[in-house]
């Protein structure tokens, strides 16, 4: 039986969200699956992603094909390193201990950069914030100062009608 690690459509029209699965190649998108490996919301800035790393692994050196997109996303959380260090050791090239040191320091490398990536678009987003909250402050102090000589404006009318009544009598 022919295992794909693929991506199941869920949500509604519009705001997808996948599970990452094990399924038989011959069944439906959507369809029958053998194990819901992680999940996958592109919605969220950055993508949210969520996967079992061991389950990933333990289907790969089952033989199972991940898709394009599967791949990246394996790819991204570390899945397909972890069964590369696996096979370094089935080898000998490398001991458990050793594996397992690599593959934690690059999980590490790979949090901090998520993490500069999330504080740069927060940084981005509060800038566009306080750009947008001083162009109101100076349309606000504008129309301040227009509503002020309005309000000039017609008690000075005010004052030339009541003068102009006043020589009048």
Known sequence: M?????????????????????????????????????????????ATIDLNVDGAVKWLQNGAQPSDTAKAILSYKGALLKNHL?????????TEEQAEEKFNAWIQEKEGSVTAKKDSLDKEEADARAKVLEAEKEVNAKRE???AAAIAATEQEAVDVAASNEEEE
Do not use: C, M
Request: charge should be positive.
């Open 86 to 94: 696996a096979g370094g050791v089935k080898k000998g090239a490398l």
């Open 145 to 147: 100062a227009e509503a």
């Open 2 to 46: 022919p295992v794909k690690i693929r991506l199941q459509r869920h949500g509604k029209k519009g705001k997808p969200f996948y599970w990452i699965v094990a399924a038989d190649a011959r069944s439906k998108r959507d369809g029958r699956f053998l194990e819901k490996i992680g999940t996958y919301n592109p919605n969220t800035n950055p």
